[in-house]
C-alpha cells in the first residue's frame, strides 16, 4: 500500500540557516509527490510538485525539492530559512489514475529562531 | 491569488446528529475534495466529485458522508449521524483540471468537534 514518512516531527532551525525537511515514500511505480505547507490558521499551500522529467523542483518562496527514486525520498530543501517560513510542511503522494487521491505525510512542524 | 472559503471554522454538535459543512471553491474550477485531519494523525482524503458525481471515494467515505453542489457555487459535505470519531479537522479544495495537470487549492479547514 501507498504510504508516506515524515521522519521528523519538529524541527527548529536558526533564521539563515539552510533547511531540509525528510520525505519517504512507498509506491509501487513512478509516483506523483507534492510538498505542501500549512501556517497557522491557514489552508494547505502547495510549494512544488514532481510529475516526471527532471528530478529537482523548483517551487515557491525559494524552496526546491529533488526525486530521488533509488532512495524513494523527495526531500524539501531551502538554502536560507526565514522567519516566515515557520509553519508545518506536509509531503504527499498522487496516486496515478486517482481523481486526487493524495496520501499525506504526518507533517514536520518547522520553528525558526532569530 | 483566489481562494476556497470554508464556513464555519469550527462547528461543535451532539452525537447522532447530522452536520452540514460548507465549502466555496474557486470560481472557475471544476473538481472538488473533501479531507480530513483527526487531530495528531495524517490528512486522509474522503471523496473527489466531478461533473456533478463522486469520482473516488475512501474506505473513510461511507453510507454516513454524502457530498452535494447544490448550486453553482457552493460544495457540502454532509454526515447523517455523527459519531465522537468524527471529530476531525475537515479540508475542502478545489482544481481547475485533474490531478496531474493542476494543483490543488485547499480551504482553511472547518474544526468539527462532535461530543
Known amino acids: 500500500a501507498q504510504s508516506v514518512t515524515q521522519p521528523d516531527i519538529h524541527i527548529t532551525v536558526s533564521e539563515g540557516a539552510s533547511l531540509e525537511l525528510r520525505c519517504n515514500y512507498s509506491?509501487?511505480?513512478?509516483?506523483?509527490l507534492f510538498w505542501y505547507v500549512q501556517s497557522p490558521g491557514q489552508g494547505l499551500q502547495l510549494l512544488l510538485k514532481y510529475f516526471s522529467g527532471d528530478t529537482l523542483v523548483q517551487g515557491i518562496k525559494g524552496f526546491e525539492a529533488e526525486f530521488k527514486r533509488s532512495q524513494s525520498s523527495f526531500n524539501l530543501r531551502k538554502p536560507s530559512v526565514h522567519w516566515s517560513d515557520a509553519a508545518e510542511y506536509f509531503c504527499a503522494v498522487g496516486v496515478r489514475g486517482s481523481q486526487g487521491n493524495l496520501i499525506f505525510g504526518k507533517g514536520t512542524k518547522l520553528s525558526v529562531k532569530p | 491569488e483566489p481562494e476556497v472559503t470554508q464556513t464555519p471554522s469550527h462547528q461543535v454538535t451532539q452525537m447522532g446528529q447530522e452536520v452540514i459543512l460548507r465549502c466555496v471553491p474557486i470560481s472557475n474550477h471544476l473538481y472538488f475534495y473533501w479531507y480530513r485531519q483527526i487531530l495528531g494523525q495524517k490528512v486522509e482524503f474522503l471523496v473527489s466529485?466531478?461533473?456533478?458525481?463522486?469520482?473516488?471515494k475512501s474506505e473513510i467515505f461511507d453510507d454516513q458522508f454524502s457530498v452535494e453542489r447544490p448550486d453553482g457555487s457552493n460544495f457540502t459535505l454532509k454526515i447523517r449521524s455523527t459519531k465522537l470519531e468524527d471529530s476531525a479537522m475537515y479540508f475542502c479544495?478545489?482544481?481547475?483540471?485533474?490531478?496531474?495537470?493542476?494543483?490543488?487549492?485547499f480551504g482553511s479547514g472547518t474544526q468539527l468537534s462532535v461530543l
Open positions: 479544495a478545489s482544481s481547475k483540471d485533474r490531478l496531474e495537470n493542476e494543483k490543488l487549492f
Open positions: 466529485f466531478y461533473n456533478n458525481e463522486i469520482s473516488e
Open positions: 509506491y509501487g511505480a513512478t509516483p506523483y
